[in-house]
Structures are given as C-alpha cells and as structure tokens.
C-alpha cells in the first residue's frame, strides 16, 4: 500500500486526531465494481462502530463510514471543509459555481439563504464571514454523511489540498477500550511506516446516540 493510498484512506479521522499535522493532495477515487451490503448503524458496541467506520473507509465510502460518526463529528467536518471550499473558490467565479453547484444537490434552497445572509452583511456594512457561509449550510443540508462524500470528492478532483494527513489509522487495532455508560475512550493503535515501524497511537472517543454506539473524536 503506497504512502498516497493510506493518505486517501486516513483522511477523516486524522483530519482532528493529530491536529492537522501536514498536507496531502489524494488521488482520485475510484469506482466501487460491487454495492456493499447493507449495514445497520445502530452499532451494538463501540468495537462494531469502529469496524464499520474502517471498513467503509477502506472502500472510499465516505457516506457510508461517516455514518458511524456521531452527529456532531459530523457537524464539525461539514462546517470546516465548507469553509475552506469557500476561501479556496474566493476570488475564481468558475470554480465558486462548481463548488456552489455542489452545495445545491445537498442544500436546494442554498441561493435563498445566501441572499439572505449577503442582505444582513450588507446592513452591517461587511461581507458574510465564511464560518457563516458554513453554517447555513449546516442547517440546511438534507443529507450530511452524502455531502462530506461530495465534499471529498470535490477536493481531490480539484487537485487541492484539504488538511487531510497520511495515516495508517484506518488499519488500526483498537485497544485499551474503557465504557462508562453511554461513552467510552479508547487507543487506536496502528505500525507507521514513515515513522521508521514505529507504533502510533491515536485517542478516540464514543458515545451512544440513535440507539446505538458512534465514533467520537476526544476534543469534540
């Protein structure tokens, strides 16, 4: 497995586990030859959430792995990504249009909003702060695992770096689980081969929501 591979195949959970540690450009996904089975994200334990969080990142189904993330996790990831797709299109009218076009198939009232929010920065004399521009669209998106899925792709058709880190994490072992309740920690541990075979360990956090166990991330 190549260094640009495992890239892809990091990408979500090393996005906030190591803080941002580096920049990648992926390559360009492929298309999946088979569907998947379908899966119940109502996850039993938190060991069946991570394993269907890895196994669907391992396809590149980002709709599908992020699924077994808590709504929040999600939350944050659309908020980040959507703003930095608005500062990397500041300034090129073509690519905001590509980028907007892609907001649209997820948040179909998108141009409504916007006008709405462009109107009130104008009282104020000031142009809509991107962490804005995110957030209406948070609200608004219809379905957010299918919009991180775009989001991804969009970004890596572009050729443009997203803050998103090589890793091994997605083979990792998950180890040292402790449950209190309805959350619980654990250690991600994986063998990085950059990192001279080294073991890496990663933090990560669950929490039960929906009727059954998700992905967290520890300062979320």
């Known amino acids: 497995m190549t260094t640009r591979m495992r890239a892809m195949i990091g990408l979500l959970l090393c996005t906030l586990l190591i803080g941002g540690a580096g920049w990648l450009t992926a390559e360009e996904p492929q298309p999946n030859s088979a569907a998947p089975a379908p899966v119940s994200f109502k996850h039993a334990s938190p060991e069946a959430a991570f394993e269907a969080f890895r196994a669907a ?7 599908t792995a992020l699924k ?15 703003a930095l797709g608005y500062k990397i299109v500041e300034g090129v009218p073509a690519r905001r249009a590509d ?3 892609l907001l649209r198939r997820h948040v179909p009232t998108l141009d409504a909003i916007n006008g709405d929010l462009v109107a009130k920065s104008k009282l104020a004399n000031r142009r809509p702060e991107l962490n804005e ?36 994490v997605i ?21 990085d081969e950059e990192e001279k075979g080294r073991d890496v360990e990663f933090p990560v956090t669950f929490i039960r929501e929906n009727e059954g166990w998700r992905l967290m991330l520890p300062e979320l």
Request: charged content about 20%; aromatic content about 8%.
């Open 171 to 191: 083979y990792a072992e998950l180890t040292k689980l402790n449950i209190h309740g309805d959350t619980a920690e654990a250690v991600a541990l994986t063998r």
């Open 133 to 168: 521009l995110a957030e209406v669209v948070l609200l608004a998106a219809t379905d957010k695992p299918a919009l991180l899925q775009d989001l991804f792709a969009w970004f890596t058709r572009l050729k443009i770096d997203h803050g998103l880190p090589a890793s091994g």
């Open 68 to 82: 077994s993330c808590a709504t929040k996790l999600q939350d944050h990831l659309i908020r980040s990504n959507v």
């Open 57 to 63: 990142a391992l396809r590149n189904e980002w709709g």
């Open 99 to 101: 980028f907007e076009t």
